[in-house]
């Protein structure tokens, strides 16, 4: 009878954890409904003033917009890695912290530091590694003006020269059970390659130059703020497929136990009847 009962508090413990999951599962598809049409509506905002600002820059002649675009020997390499602040999202967080050991060994001899959005990632790579800061707390109001001060920060290192080059790594958002991992350069501004004489056919007011220096800060800071969204809906995706994964396995390994449990009973049943039949026949002989 104890393994009976260790079995039957091993189907309530599994149990238990199964209406966890389940439970964590529904929040994450509630939001993720929500972080997955921001991040929908925001995409081809971001992509064309990116697209627009690479060929602006590119076709630009003189020191207009030069101080976000100044291609140096690149001595130091700022990452910034953006992860969640929670886990049970299954690889999402575990991936960053791959894809920013891959960059260390890309910039093998070179200063990398980093900046980390997300606990998961400064917890991990603060072991090791020099991390300047952690905004963490940019998920409790995930605004455009809260993630604009980050990229600020991060454009004065730029153009003060403290860093040669900045890269965003983070998980960008495919599906609820697709998340591509991204290592994308944020500084120096990447031109357009190819034929930018395009850019030539607009008429600009008040003049090609004055526009590109104005738009490029707001390019950066719409560039990091996608890739954070990026990452917020992707941690619901990923987050949402891992409780639900779980939620079956849970639910696999109760109706295992309950077997196992039935079984056991029968069997312990069996052997009372077995004994009971051979101490009538003792009884009787």
């Known amino acids: ?71 140096r020997y690149v001595n130091k390499v700022l990452v910034v890695a953006i992860t969640s602040n929670r886990g049970l999202c299954g690889a999402f967080n575990t991936n960053i912290i791959k894809q920013c050991t891959v960059l260390l060994n890309t910039y093998t001899g070179k200063q990398v ?19 300047l800061s952690n905004h963490s ?14 990229a600020e920060s991060l454009m004065q290192r730029f153009t003060e020269g403290e860093y040669d080059k900045i890269e965003l790594v983070y998980n960008k958002f495919k599906n609820a059970a697709t998340q591509i991992i991204m290592s994308e350069q944020f500084l120096p501004i990447v031109p357009v390659e190819g034929d930018t004489s395009g850019a030539a056919d607009y008429i600009f007011e008040p003049s090609k130059p ?46 295992q136990l309950k077997l196992t449990y039935n079984k056991a009973r029968q069997a312990a049943i069996t052997n009372e009847i077995l004994e009971i039949v051979g101490g009538a026949e003792a009884l009787n002989n």
Do not use: C, W
């Open 210 to 255: 004055e526009i590109v220096e104005q738009l490029i800060p707001k390019s950066l800071k719409t560039q990091l703020y996608k890739a954070i969204r990026d990452s917020f809906a992707s941690e619901h995706g990923a987050r949402m497929t891992a409780m639900h994964k779980a939620t079956d396995n849970a639910t696999e390994l109760r109706d």
């Open 137 to 150: 707390e940019v998920y409790d109001d995930l605004t455009f003006d809260n993630v604009a001060v980050i």
């Open 113 to 131: 530091d980093f900046i980390t959005v997300g606990k998961k990632a400064n917890d991990a790579l603060s072991r090791n590694n020099t991390v």
């Open 1 to 71: 009878m104890a393994n009976l009962k260790e079995i039957r508090n091993r189907i309530a413990s599994v149990s238990s954890t199964m209406q966890i999951t389940s439970a964590m599962k529904m929040v994450s598809a509630a939001k993720l409904k929500k972080a997955q049409d921001a991040i929908t509506a925001m995409r081809p905002y971001s992509d064309k003033l990116t697209e627009l600002l690479q060929s602006l820059s590119a076709s630009l002649d003189g020191d207009a917009g030069s101080k976000y675009a100044d291609n």
